[in-house]
């Protein structure tokens, strides 16, 4: 029996819409091949739920939200949906408790399973908080992040800072360096200058050494023990006439202590001052001229 292509067409098409389905969910988190029940938490306000947020026991995940709304007759509270695995039934003194998933994920729900009556698929369950629950506050945190960012900024210009003055330090110290080298080399050719013509053997110190040395031959040559010999007995002789000076013996010691005749040198020597006076104030007295000859 031969197939119609149009059935053909058509359980195509309805395979395609079934896998697309499936699929979707599938990309959603949600494991279609198993078998769940739906509760419904109601919370006063939506504390960062999401769609497709775990539902967790002790760590383990075991089903997920899959839809959140408001219910405006109930005070804009927020009602999520959840699907839990039907092995694990929840009962009427089971708890569904809000608590943090980590800090860039979205909160979770975590169960504690109680014995008691199962609760029926689309009970409403009154959601509570965990004890460990902490809200991150979004603000608090991205101002944080925004003064460690600054921090970082400025951090990092001050080390851009440190790095352009280590720069222009070596700039300057290599400078520096290179003047080092130039004047070193300078002052090396300058010594070399010098020091080749010390070292020629006709003009240079070899030469100067050898004059040097007839030098001093001659100078030890000299009989400095005569000179020094006729040196001290000059200075005996010296002061044995200085002694006789000043003992009034001598002719010289005579004429220094005589004190009579220091007086008449005096006297003398006041009347030839006084008799130069006169002839050059009266010379008509000791001077006579005569241009004819007479008296």
């Known amino acids: 029996m031969q197939i119609n292509k149009n059935y053909k067409v058509g359980l195509l098409a309805l395979c395609s819409c079934a896998i697309l389905y499936y699929g979707f969910w599938f990309l ?3 494991d279609i091949f198993s078998k769940t029940n739906g509760y419904y938490v109601s919370y006063p306000v939506n504390k ?26 109930q005070n804009y509270s927020t009602l999520a949906k959840i699907e839990v695995d039907k092995k694990f039934p929840l009962t009427e003194h089971s708890k569904v408790l809000l608590n943090n998933a980590g800090v860039m994920e979205a909160n979770a729900l975590e169960l504690e399973l109680h014995e008691g009556k199962p ?7 009154v959601g509570q908080i965990h004890p460990d629950f902490n809200e991150i506050d979004i603000k608090a945190m991205t101002t944080q992040v925004t003064t460690v960012t600054s921090n970082l900024i400025k951090t990092t210009q001050r080390f851009n800072d440190i790095l352009g003055n280590i720069e222009k330090t070596s700039f300057t110290l290599s400078s520096a360096i290179d003047a080092l080298q130039h004047n070193v080399m300078t002052i090396s050719d300058n010594i070399m200058a010098i020091s080749i013509p010390l070292a020629d053997p006709k003009k240079g110190v070899p030469r100067l050494l050898t004059s040097m040395h007839k030098i001093l031959t001659h100078v030890e040559s ?26 009034q013996q001598g002719t010289m010691g005579l004429l220094i202590h005589d004190k009579k005749l220091y007086n008449n040198l005096l006297y ?25 000859g007479s008296k």
Not at 48 to 67: C, D, E, Q, W, Y
Not at 120 to 125: N, P, Q
């Open 119 to 125: 609760l029926k698929t689309g009970a409403v369950i």
């Open 222 to 247: 000299i009989p400095f023990k005569d000179f020094s010999t006729g040196g001290i007995r000059i200075l005996k002789h010296t002061e044995t006439l200085l002694q006789n000076i000043a003992d």
């Open 48 to 73: 960062n739920l999401f769609v497709s947020a775990p539902v967790k026991l002790r760590g383990h995940v075991v089903g997920m939200i899959t839809k959140i709304e408001i219910v405006p007759n």
């Open 268 to 292: 003398s020597s006041k009347n030839l001052d006084n008799l130069l006076f006169s002839i050059r104030k009266h010379p008509q007295r000791y001077v006579h001229f005569s241009v004819f």
């Open 28 to 30: 959603k988190g949600r």
